[in-house]
């Protein structure tokens, strides 16, 4: 009898493990999907590497950066819908290091789910929505689920909220 307790409750903690390690958002085979794209300014060319590889560390490895000739990229940055908080908070941290900060949000609806977009200057300024930095340490609060970071960028950037469709 004990065995058989022992048994069962070695395979519901593996099932629970593996369930989590292979369908939770944010797994590695979620963040295959992942698409960045960065602009920098052109003498952050040498930290190009170091921001690479905090995307490989989450299993992302669509990245395309580009640098800009003159000047320095608009302090923006847009996070998908279907992107997972903890790497939303990453993306968040890293404008701020290698961007001059973040100052303005894009809106979800103009981006894929699974994009990332840091610096991006291909929409007009009507587009980016200013962000106060209160606002900003808000999103990078490491309590939020995936689901509250969502609600707060969306409430962040004036957009609906989602809704189901039948």
Not at 34 to 42: D, G, P, R, S, T
Not at 44 to 73: M, S
Not at 158 to 164: I, L
């Given at each position: 009898m004990t065995r058989k307790i022992i048994v069962a409750a070695i395979t519901l903690t593996l099932f629970i493990v593996f369930s989590r390690t292979v369908f939770a958002e944010g797994s590695p085979d979620q963040n295959k999907k992942i698409f960045v794209e960065i602009f920098l300014a052109k003498e952050r060319k040498e930290d190009l590497p170091v921001i690479k590889?905090?995307?490989v560390d989450y299993g992302i490895d669509r990245i395309?950066?580009?640098?800009?000739?003159?000047?320095?990229p608009?302090?923006?940055?847009?996070i998908g819908s279907k992107i997972p908080a903890e790497i939303a908070r990453m993306v968040i941290d890293l404008a701020i290091q290698y961007n001059h900060g973040v100052t303005h949000l894009l809106?979800?609806?103009?981006f894929f789910?699974?994009?990332?977009?840091?610096?991006?200057?291909?929409?007009?300024?009507?587009?980016?929505?200013?962000?106060?930095p209160e606002d900003l340490e808000r999103l990078k609060d490491p309590t939020?689920?995936?689901?509250?970071?969502r609600t707060l960028y969306r409430q962040l950037t004036?957009?609906?909220?989602?809704?189901?469709q039948p």
């Amino acid at each position: 009898m004990t065995r058989k307790i022992i048994v069962a409750a070695i395979t519901l903690t593996l099932f629970i493990v593996f369930s989590r390690t292979v369908f939770a958002e944010g797994s590695p085979d979620q963040n295959k999907k992942i698409f960045v794209e960065i602009f920098l300014a052109k003498e952050r060319k040498e930290d190009l590497p170091v921001i690479k590889k905090k995307f490989v560390d989450y299993g992302i490895d669509r990245i395309n950066a580009q640098f800009f000739r003159v000047g320095t990229p608009p302090p923006n940055i847009a996070i998908g819908s279907k992107i997972p908080a903890e790497i939303a908070r990453m993306v968040i941290d890293l404008a701020i290091q290698y961007n001059h900060g973040v100052t303005h949000l894009l809106p979800q609806f103009r981006f894929f789910p699974h994009q990332i977009s840091i610096g991006t200057s291909a929409f007009d300024e009507l587009v980016p929505v200013a962000i106060r930095p209160e606002d900003l340490e808000r999103l990078k609060d490491p309590t939020l689920s995936d689901a509250q970071f969502r609600t707060l960028y969306r409430q962040l950037t004036r957009e609906k909220p989602y809704e189901k469709q039948p």
